[in-house]
């Protein structure tokens, strides 16, 4: 006499939660990576734009013996000054460039120590959370 056995093939509900709690895992390893790097690009695209437009800054100075008072001065002439001596626009595009988290730049030329002559400006993105003075904020002078 043959014994039938009553078994289906198949999955159990164990196995498959398991599966499934694995792939979540792995889901969510990976967008934890993906979020970093995207983190760390918008970061380097900031510092890059910064470094940039203190660049152009200099350039204005070189020009015009004098840095620009706003970043607009690098596309249209300041009033006053005639196109010889400007020489500009010194960006392509015919407005100051946001950071990558949709902020304005912030302009700074330092202050002059014992009449020193400044020869530097700092261009200021405030980071992701846009607040001035936290962990996150980036400047143009933070790798000279």
């Given at each position: 006499?043959?014994?039938?056995?009553?078994?289906?093939?198949?999955?159990?509900?164990?196995?498959?939660?398991?599966?499934?709690?694995?792939?979540?895992?792995?889901?969510?390893?990976?967008?934890?990576?993906?979020?970093?790097?995207?983190?760390?690009?918008?970061?380097?695209?900031?510092?890059?734009?910064?470094?940039?437009?203190?660049?152009?800054?200099?350039r204005?100075?070189?020009n015009?013996?004098?840095?620009?008072?706003?970043?607009?001065?690098?596309?249209?002439?300041?009033?006053?000054?005639?196109?010889?001596?400007?020489?500009?626009?010194?960006?392509?595009?015919?407005?100051?460039?946001?950071?990558?988290?949709?902020?304005?730049?912030?302009?700074?030329?330092p202050?002059?120590?014992?009449?020193?002559?400044?020869?530097?400006?700092?261009i200021?993105?405030?980071g992701?959370?846009?607040?001035?003075?936290?962990?996150?904020?980036?400047?143009?002078?933070?790798?000279?």
């Amino acid at each position: 006499m043959k014994r039938r056995r009553n078994r289906k093939s198949g999955f159990t509900l164990m196995e498959v939660l398991l599966v499934m709690a694995i792939l979540v895992v792995m889901a969510s390893m990976v967008t934890l990576a993906f979020l970093t790097i995207q983190r760390n690009a918008q970061s380097d695209a900031a510092f890059t734009q910064a470094s940039l437009l203190a660049s152009e800054c200099k350039r204005f100075k070189m020009n015009t013996g004098i840095f620009p008072q706003k970043l607009d001065d690098l596309i249209v002439a300041p009033q006053g000054m005639t196109p010889r001596k400007w020489k500009g626009p010194y960006l392509d595009s015919d407005q100051i460039p946001v950071d990558p988290w949709g902020n304005p730049y912030e302009y700074v030329i330092p202050q002059s120590n014992q009449g020193n002559v400044v020869e530097r400006v700092v261009i200021i993105s405030y980071g992701p959370d846009g607040q001035k003075g936290t962990d996150d904020d980036i400047n143009s002078s933070d790798n000279n």
